[in-house]
């Protein structure tokens, strides 16, 4: 157990809000400061906080540029709120003996149920018929469907990265009796593809036979856009796309002029291209061309994990990355192996 210090305990810098579960936990053996202010932090202002911290707690909405990394001189842990770290210079924390660290395990479920939320709520038309509902208008059943939807049951599931949300997307979509496939650039063991009743396909067939197909990769180079136009003109008509992953691997605009052309029959996403930095290419707004397509849309404000007991438990082990290096062990959820500490397992 870390041993408490009073005098000169380290510094750890917060650039968001987060709940009460991680900073107490830090309390007993850290200075904890939190940022002041509501808004995203510029550069200057985390570079000001954390220029003394031994550890800098971030969220996916910071920009940690190799610039202030160098600058932050005491670092020893960068510790996210998030599960992805495309945000952050890893290559520069790397070299300067600095720790990764971001959320894994505790996101996967709570990812896949909004999936299968968004997925459902769009193929079954729910926003339209709630709409209709509480206009006052609906009279009770009729023969003729005012919103024909689509069935989910025995249907194709296409995924789009087996990882750990991707796998729990996979077992959900087991219960509705489902075929599904997925692509990643490398096979899952033969083992765990049976264990999830899952089948390899090439991305061309994946999304040429999926009646659903699901976005759960990472955002890299790799991946950014890799849903656009050329991958839409592969998928059915009647098909419908989820992501609940990063907005960058999905190509808005083109998502858009399918819809509008019929050769998509919809949308559904918890994230969106405005919130990812991707160099040379920043999107300020999600476009009025997608948003204004109201029928075949359904969206929500990244909330994936926008469960109290969830959060809790990110801040928790957002904390215990930084006490892990405390205790000069390998952080949990590092995604790096800093140079100058390559000793510490």
């Not at 949990?332 to 500490?341: H, K």
Request: positive net charge.
């Amino acid at each position: 157990m870390v041993q408490q210090r009073r005098i000169n305990r380290p510094k750890v810098f917060y650039t968001h809000w987060a709940p009460p579960d991680g900073p107490s936990l830090l309390r007993p053996f850290c200075r904890v400061s939190l940022a002041p202010f509501r808004r995203p932090p510029t550069a200057e202002e985390i570079i000001a906080g954390a220029q003394d911290a031994f550890a800098l707690c971030v969220c996916a909405r910071d920009r940690i540029t190799g610039d202030v990394i160098k600058r932050c001189r005491q670092l020893k842990v960068i510790s996210s709120f998030a599960r992805g770290y495309d945000n952050i210079d890893v290559d520069v924390a790397t070299d300067l003996g600095i720790w990764v660290a971001c959320v894994s395990e505790i996101l996967a479920e709570p990812t896949a149920d909004m999936t299968w939320a968004l997925l459902l709520a769009l193929a079954r038309k729910v926003l339209p018929g709630d709409k209709f509902v509480r206009s006052g208008r609906f009279r009770g059943w009729e023969p003729r469907p005012r919103f024909p939807g689509l069935n989910v049951f025995g249907k194709t599931l296409g995924i789009i990265g087996m990882g750990q949300i991707g796998q729990a997307v996979a077992r959900r979509g087991l219960g509705f009796s489902m075929r599904i496939l997925y692509w990643q650039p490398n096979c899952l063991s033969a083992s765990l593809e049976q264990a999830l009743g899952v089948t390899w396909v090439t991305k061309e067939e994946l999304l040429a036979l999926s009646d659903f197909v699901c976005v759960c990769s990472p955002l890299t180079q790799a991946t950014y856009h890799q849903i656009g136009y050329a991958e839409l003109r592969l998928m059915k008509p009647t098909a419908l796309l989820v992501n609940t992953s990063r907005g960058s691997q999905v190509d808005e605009v083109a998502v858009a002029e399918a819809l509008r052309a019929g050769r998509l029959g919809g949308y559904a996403a918890d994230v969106f291209e405005m919130e990812d930095y991707v160099p040379n290419r920043q999107v300020s707004a999600i476009p009025e061309c997608l948003l204004g397509l109201r029928e075949r849309t359904v969206f929500t404000p990244h909330a994936s994990t926008a469960i109290a007991e969830t959060r809790a438990a990110i801040a928790r082990a957002q904390a215990q990355a930084i006490l892990d290096v405390l205790e000069g062990r390998r952080p949990s959820g590092a995604v790096n192996v800093p140079v100058q500490t390559t000793g510490v397992s």
